[in-house]
């Protein structure tokens, strides 16, 4: 499909704008002091706040704290109905990783629930590569946001 240069219109070759705005339905995780155990074992993270609940539980927390990038493991999940999408038509044989970014709200304990919401938050064009961006919102059981993360995946090529 392509866009004329109207006003407000995106020139684009192959790329599908149509799917800009589409929400998907959001996934419940439980994040689980073992797993935020495993997971600062895994990066090397040796503070005793994401592995002992007695020195998490003396700092002030309910329970263990999850590291800051754990919001991979709750949201990630959550943005693969997107990627898979055939409305939004991503060429995997094409696709590279853009780029990740986020913002973070009250920490993550162990015992809380998070709900991530995700939703297509552009498509474009730009020299002749597709960029594909995906925003999530991760809530934890008290409604408190606790990330915003902006996912960018590149599709080479999509105007040749």
């Known amino acids: 499909m392509r866009r004329g240069d109207a006003a407000g219109e995106i020139a684009c070759g192959a790329v ?5 705005g589409k929400r998907y339905p959001p996934p419940v995780y439980a994040v689980g002091r073992e ?3 495993e997971y600062a074992f895994a990066v090397g993270e040796t503070n005793p706040l994401h592995l002992d609940v007695e020195a998490a539980r003396a700092a002030g927390y309910r329970d263990v704290v999850a590291p800051p990038m754990f919001a991979v493991v709750y949201s990630a999940p959550s943005v693969t109905p997107a990627l ?3 409305a ?3 060429n ?3 696709m590279v990783h853009g780029g990740q970014e986020f913002v973070w709200g009250p ?4 015992g809380d629930e998070i709900t991530t919401t995700v939703s297509v938050k552009s498509i474009e064009e730009r020299a002749g590569n597709g960029f594909f961006v995906f925003e999530s919102e991760s809530v934890n059981q ?5 990330c915003t993360g902006t ?4 599709v080479r090529g999509v105007s040749q």
């Open 142 to 146: 008290d409604g408190e946001t606790v």
């Open 88 to 90: 939004v038509g991503i």
């Open 151 to 154: 996912w960018t995946n590149i």
């Open 35 to 37: 797993k935020i155990r």
């Open 84 to 86: 898979f999408d055939p």
């Open 107 to 110: 920490v993550v304990v162990a």
């Open 92 to 94: 995997f044989a094409m």
């Open 16 to 20: 599908n704008t149509e799917a800009v």
